[in-house]
């Protein structure tokens, strides 16, 4: 199925209804969307210097991509769990080893994905060719944010890039991943529909009566980049602001929050007391669990800032999303128009969406 977004919004519909609702369609995004894209896999804090060896799957159940992250004396490299011989899959732990061994039939491979011994191959011609090494991932590091990509269709500077020039300044090897603020959650609507209200701040004066107190909504503003977004929440009030630098090009306002969109599943809230990062897991058309992971920097600035109460705000969005998950399905109901003043990043995703689908 293909879906055209037309590129002048004044012109534009949105997705239609079926995007949301077609098991084939979400299925066909794993590959189409998910594989061609970069996704944040933890800070380096998170991977602890006493191990050298730590697996990871990209969506379990979606995407489905056994990674594994090892620490060699070059630095972190970021390589496929899977067996070579017959696609075993390698670690299923943390720990520290010396060496790589599959447990099925002991093919060794070295921290850097060289395979090293096979047994009960010394006579195979040919052997060892390049595909029987360990496939290995492009591994991206932001400031102790690690971020990874089974085929990128983008090189990851294009995100990079905006997050040095906004948010660089701050001072990132401070941030520490703060478990009891981070949380996950259950919500019953599609993946994309989560991005599509993230993605607006025209909502806020009418589910989140709190966060629309702290923010100044009329100046509230939305930058497009090409494969990722930015609403700036400028304050109303006491709230706590960024101290920026002169020479940022945001000097002189009132920055509450910079709200990052990394496509196609990931926001990245700045805040003046750390980062909240929210990652959407897709597990069906209408399941998605959204990972809330808080890196905190300044205790001190979290009682009168945006973000405080994450909770909260959560619970508001997961209401209206899901309602609107529901609303989907009306006969009645094909696809909206878009406000040309207010959802520019809502457009923006959709176009994307139908760039990689088709």
Known sequence: MAYSIHENIKQASTMPADFYLDSEVFTRSA???????????????EYPATLNAFPHTLYPGFLEEPILLTRTPEGMRCLSNVCTHRGNLLMA??????????????????????????????????????????AQYPLE????????????????????????????????????FDATRSRDYLVKAHWALYCDNYLEGFHIPFVHPDLNALLDFGSYYTELYPYL??????????????ELPRDHEDYGKQVAAYYFWIFPNQMWNVYPWGLSVNVLQPLGPARTKVSFLSYVWDES????SAGADLDKVEREDEAVVEAVQR??????????RYSPTREQGVHHFHRLLSQFLD
């Open 229 to 242: 977004n930015l609403q700036v929440g400028l304050a109303d009030g006491a709230t706590e602001v960024f």
């Open 327 to 336: 609303g989907l399905r009306s006969r009645h109901y094909t696809r909206g």
């Open 93 to 134: 732990d943390a720990g520290k080893h010396r060496q790589i061994v599959c447990g099925y039939h002991g093919r060794r491979f070295s921290l850097e994905g060289q395979m090293t011994h096979m047994p009960e191959f010394g006579e195979v011609e040919d052997f060892p060719a390049a595909c029987d090494h360990l």
């Open 301 to 304: 600035k979290l009682a009168e």
């Open 31 to 45: 590959e189409s969307i998910f594989a061609r894209s970069w996704h944040f896999i933890g800070q380096s804090a």
């Open 141 to 176: 590091n932001w400031n102790g944010f690690y971020f990874t990509s089974p085929q990128p269709a983008f090189p990851f500077s294009e995100i990079a890039e905006v997050l040095d020039h906004k948010v660089g300044f701050l001072p990132w090897e401070e941030f520490r």
